[in-house]
């Protein structure tokens, strides 16, 4: 009877000795899915991360370069050429446009496009502008149906879709600053002489890129996933004064994005 009980002590000593190690291996398998299940969610966020635009002039990785394009506008500014090429385009936009560059002077128009750009059957304007005081292109655009203004890059966010369209689409600098440095910075010194051969350069365009003679689209390069059916509400910007080069944005009211969505290069 004595060695029946001492065996069953044991048994019992030896049970509640093996619980403790059950427990944690139990914890220790809870702990690595947590954490598996953190990576997985982790991971999905990176991915799903839309990478915006941030204006060239914003940039700090090119500060010589920008800094030495800010000093050639500032000149060409101060020269009044910048208001020479404003003089004569105002005459062309509505009292209300006019109006509001007249509370605006530190604005010198440069280029200018009028059409349906929201998609709300409005007449808005895009505007490409010198600004005196940030001394740097901007691009302005006006909702008619808001009756308001906003700046690309800054107040409307920029998606670069051609970045991984796998064409081999390459192009340096945000469409602000290619403008400046294509149209203005590259032809200095004609453009201090006369403003004439500016206006003989492509204006940007609120266009339907299936229908403008300036579009050749299976020479061009779409973003994925992009419908090719209604490319009506499009803006345009031209990106060389040599070759028939230009970049299209196409408004998405939903997120209240632009989507660079189309790119042509040398497609003369």
């Known amino acids: 009877m004595q060695k029946t009980f001492i065996l069953l002590l044991f048994t019992v000593l030896v049970a509640c000795n093996q619980k403790p190690k059950d427990s944690q291996i139990n914890k220790v398998d ?16 990176e991915s799903d991360t839309i990478n915006y635009q941030i204006s060239t002039f914003d940039n ?7 800094n030495r394009q800010k000093e050639s506008l500032k000149q060409l500014s101060e020269k009044k050429v910048f208001l020479d090429i404003h003089n004569k385009l105002i005459q062309k936009v509505t009292d209300e446009q006019q109006s ?9 128009l440069l280029s200018v496009a009028k059409g349906n750009l929201f998609q709300e ?20 655009l006006y909702n008619g149906k808001t009756a308001k203004y906003a700046e690309l890059f800054k107040d409307i966010k920029v998606i670069n879709g051609l970045k991984n369209a796998n064409c081999n689409f390459y192009s340096f600098g945000t469409l602000d600053y290619q403008f400046a440095n294509e149209f203005l910075v590259s032809n200095e010194d004609y453009l201090e002489k006369s403003t004439e051969s500016f206006f003989e350069y492509p204006s940007i365009k609120i266009t339907d890129i ?28 031209p990106t060389s004064a040599v070759y028939n080069n230009w970049e299209c944005l196409r408004y998405d009211k939903t997120s209240n994005t632009f989507l660079i969505f189309y790119g042509q290069a040398f497609a003369d």
């Open 100 to 108: 509001f560059f007249k509370t605006n002077p530190n604005y010198e």
């Open 30 to 45: 809870s702990v690595q899915k947590e954490t598996s299940t953190k990576t997985i969610t982790t991971t999905k966020s």
């Open 210 to 237: 299936s229908k403008d003679e300036n579009f050749i689209l299976k020479d061009g390069c779409f973003a994925r996933n992009v419908s090719k059916t209604n490319l009506a509400n499009t803006l345009c910007i």
């Open 121 to 140: 059957n409005s007449n808005d304007f895009a505007f490409i502008v010198y600004d005196t005081k940030k001394v740097r292109t901007s691009i302005l």
């Open 60 to 66: 700090p990785e090119n500060a010589d370069q920008i």
